[in-house]
């Protein structure tokens, strides 16, 4: 599975949860914890689909990690290796849940905290919340190239 790919970094993490107490999901639900996912990576077990598509990516994990641990990196491989295997039903829920966040919101997802916020304004990673008229633009457009349809043919499939 990630023997090869994730061998260091597996085995670089202490299991100390730092990962866990800086990620922004794990403190909107329990269902996704990274230091749990670092285990299961350990472990060589199989890890749940559903917990990959949590991650948001935002590297926090990595910027409090004190072994310098990949965790985004491990979840992003992993997806790729889920979709091999899945196809493109689960593509396609993804960035659609994706888009429908970013119509309703403006965001996929909001800081937390200020540490959270300072890391990403660091690393500029910082996203600014958009303003009512852009979002409004931004759901015109995306409505008028026909943004889920052009998904559904791109990945080749009818819902």
Not at 76 to 91: F, I, P, S
Request: proline residues 3%; aromatic residues 8%; hydrophobic residues 40%.
């Amino acid at each position: 599975m990630i023997i090869n790919t994730f061998s260091s970094d597996v085995n670089k993490c202490i299991q100390c949860g730092s990962c866990t107490s800086a990620c922004p999901v794990s403190r909107a639900t329990k269902r996704f914890n990274p230091r749990l996912i670092v285990l299961t990576f350990k472990r060589k077990a199989p890890l749940k689909s559903e917990d990959l598509w949590l991650c948001l990516n935002c590297h926090v994990c990595e910027a409090r990690c004190p072994n310098d641990v990949k965790v985004s990196k491990m979840i992003l491989e992993e997806r790729g290796k889920a979709l091999e295997a899945h196809g493109e039903d689960r593509v396609f829920e993804f960035y659609s849940t994706w888009i429908r966040a970013l119509l309703d919101s403006g965001v996929i997802a909001f800081a937390t905290n200020t540490k959270v916020e300072d890391f990403k304004a660091e690393s500029g990673l910082n996203i600014p919340t958009l303003t009512e008229s852009v979002k409004l633009e931004l759901r015109n457009f995306l409505r008028s190239i026909s943004l889920e349809a052009r998904l559904r043919e791109v990945m080749g499939f009818e819902r």
